[in-house]
């Protein structure tokens, strides 16, 4: 009976963590706004950044990419802890997933939530660190020295896959992988599997960006 309902348990956990909303909370807590209200209307780290505050934008993306990765990495070492199976790369990508849709598609929120790139990146660099902040520091370039904030959100989804691809074929030696992740003690997900969350990333930005109107 627990095998059955411990999967369950942990993907509604997972998807009511994505729930959490900091741009809300931020907004709220320190300039009494209803981030629903100001701006663009969406809670997501850009409205903040720009017609909020900035170091309240930072602050929020900082906050949405250590959701997902501070669960995640409390997770998994809880499980390992305890024996069970789900302190598996395949069970981690799905609660990390149930993450994603619980940021972009909030209950608690009549369904209305973030862009999840932030979000994103605390998934994606707690598979893959290293090429994650690599990503990362690129994707800033392309935002200050070319102000292309698109790109740069594309870079942040597609290169972290790109980078374990290429490590996975090439970079490695009798110890594992060159650039394991920080937090997961295995090599890279499979190259497929992580490409998966890269295309379901991209639907969920999809479905937030039809609701605003622009496509």
């Known amino acids: 009976m627990l095998n059955i309902f411990m999967p369950i348990m942990l993907i509604i956990l997972s998807y009511l963590i994505g729930c959490f909303s900091a741009a809300r909370i931020v907004a709220k807590t320190f300039k009494n706004l209803k981030i629903t209200k100001v701006g663009t209307g969406h809670p997501d780290t850009a409205n903040i950044y720009c017609n909020v505050g900035k170091m309240l934008g930072i602050l929020v993306g900082m906050l949405d990419v250590a959701k997902i990765y501070i669960y995640l990495l409390v997770l998994y070492k809880a499980l390992l802890y305890l024996g069970m199976p789900y302190a598996d790369y395949h069970w981690l990508l799905l609660f990390g997933a149930m993450v994603l849709i619980g940021h972009t598609l909030p209950v608690t929120h009549n369904f209305k939530g973030g862009r999840g790139i932030f979000t994103y990146f605390g ?15 690129l994707a800033l370039i392309m935002v200050w020295k070319f102000k292309q904030v698109r790109f740069a959100q594309y870079m942040i989804v597609m290169l972290p896959i790109l980078f374990v691809y290429v490590s996975n074929l090439f970079i490695t030696h009798k110890h594992g992988f060159i650039f394991p992740s920080f937090a997961y003690n295995s090599p890279y997900p499979n190259f497929a599997y992580f490409g998966v969350s890269a295309v379901f990333m991209g639907i969920l930005n ?10």
């Open 123 to 137: 998934f994606a660099a707690f598979f893959a660190f290293l090429p994650t902040v690599v990503t990362a520091f």
């Open 206 to 215: 999809f479905i937030v960006s039809k609701r605003l109107g622009e496509f």
